[in-house]
């Protein structure tokens, strides 16, 4: 299993670009999530998702857009990138606590995201 | 809103000896779950150790223990008999007992192991 893959592992926009994270699991984990980190402020929720179909705001959600159209993928949309954004970004994915599985956030390797 | 406090940005120690982490949460449930996870150089994301706090004894993982109390809100890492391998980012974090598991991190202590 290769469980939580992100792409790209690095990018760099200019002000303005837009681009795609793509987050893939292969564990059939029913919620995923993004969060981003900084230094000196740990990780913040930007998005997350309970299931197909299905998105919700996290703490930082702005800037971002998000879609979960198949269960196993989870994508980061930014539309109009600004240097606010340079940052490392993780996806992660987990069971549902009220399964037979563990509820364990599995994380992804990340993605160094700069905005000049 | 849940928040989570690690009050000591960066620690070192030598080689063998024992670190305490510190970490305090603001809650107002009575219910949840705390872990402490790990940040190597390469980045990756380890879950290190975790307590339900309905459990009144503390967590353990062979080097790895936790101190939790409730009552104050605090929930330390203890590290025995340190390695180079330990050094890293470790983050505190809190989870509530309800919704989407959604993760609320602390800030984060880079502890360096020093030969």
């Known amino acids: 299993n290769a469980g939580v893959t992100q792409t790209p592992k690095f990018r760099v926009l200019k002000t303005g670009q837009s681009m795609t994270l793509l987050c893939a699991q292969d564990?059939?984990?029913?919620?995923m999530y993004w969060y981003r980190q900084d230094p000196g402020m740990g990780l913040r929720l930007i998005h997350y998702?309970?299931?197909?179909?299905?998105?919700a705001k996290g703490e930082v959600p702005d800037g971002y857009n998000v879609s979960r159209l198949k269960k196993q993928n989870f994508l980061l949309g930014l539309e109009s990138a600004a240097p606010s954004q340079t940052s490392v970004y993780f996806c992660?994915?987990?069971?549902?606590?009220?399964?037979?599985?563990?509820?364990?956030?599995?994380f992804g390797p990340g993605t160094r995201l700069t905005v000049t | 809103a849940q928040t989570v406090t690690q009050s000591q940005p960066e620690m070192s120690v030598q080689e063998a000896e024992t670190v305490t982490l510190s970490c305090t949460y603001d809650?107002?449930?009575?219910?949840?779950?705390l872990f402490w996870y790990k940040q190597p150089p390469s980045r990756q994301m380890i879950l290190v150790i975790r307590?339900?706090?309905?459990?009144?004894q503390n967590a353990t993982e062979n080097r790895f223990s936790v101190n939790f109390q409730k009552a104050a809100k605090s929930f330390s890492l203890k590290i025995s008999d340190s390695q180079l391998g330990d050094t890293a980012m470790y983050f505190c974090?809190?989870?509530?007992?309800?919704?989407?598991?959604?993760?609320?991190f602390g800030q984060g202590t880079r502890l360096t192991i020093n030969p």
């Open positions: 992660a994915s987990s069971y549902p606590r009220t399964g037979w599985f563990s509820y364990e956030q599995y």
């Open positions: 564990m059939n984990h029913e919620y």
């Open positions: 998702s309970v299931g197909e179909g299905t998105t």
């Open positions: 809650t107002s449930e009575s219910n949840y779950y």
């Open positions: 307590q339900e706090a309905y459990k009144q």
């Open positions: 974090a809190f989870m509530r007992d309800q919704g989407a598991q959604k993760l609320v």
